[in-house]
């Protein structure tokens, strides 16, 4: 069975960092570029980054929102979000997906994506 499966996620206060992981079942994740998003109650599901493949250079991508706090990363049929200095914004269930290869420029809106997990909840509060 095809799948990606998050986990990682819980309560952390404010300040505090979490490392979500994302892994694929299934099938190799190689050739795919991994986008993480996440979406908060009431809100509209948002790009919060995206790594290239290994043969895309495995260049990074991150919202402005998160940029210099999260770190993403990959490693075998595994991607890492590193979650630090996390704010109660943050608070959301987390996704990861894939797309071929390469995150487009509409990457953010994660609608090239596909074979999405079932999410992690991440809540940011004292």
């Known amino acids: 069975q095809v799948q990606l499966v998050e986990s990682g996620g819980g309560l952390v206060q404010p300040g505090g960092s979490l490392r979500l992981s994302c892994a694929a079942h299934?099938?190799?994740?190689?050739?795919?570029?991994v986008g993480w998003f996440r979406q908060a109650p009431g809100k509209e599901r948002e790009g919060v980054s995206c790594?290239?493949?290994?043969?895309?250079?495995?260049r990074t991508y991150y919202a402005e929102s998160v940029k210099d706090r999260f770190t993403i990363s990959r490693a075998g049929d595994t991607a890492y979000l590193q979650m630090n200095s996390l704010k109660p914004e943050d608070t959301a269930v987390y996704y990861c997906?894939?797309?071929?290869?390469?995150?487009?420029?509409?990457?953010?809106?994660?609608?090239?994506?596909?074979?999405w997990g079932q999410g992690t909840q991440v809540t940011v509060s004292s």
């Open positions: 790594i290239n493949s290994r043969s895309r250079n495995l």
């Open positions: 299934g099938f190799g994740l190689d050739t795919y570029a």
């Open positions: 997906a894939v797309d071929w290869a390469l995150c487009d420029t509409n990457w953010p809106d994660g609608t090239d994506f596909g074979s």
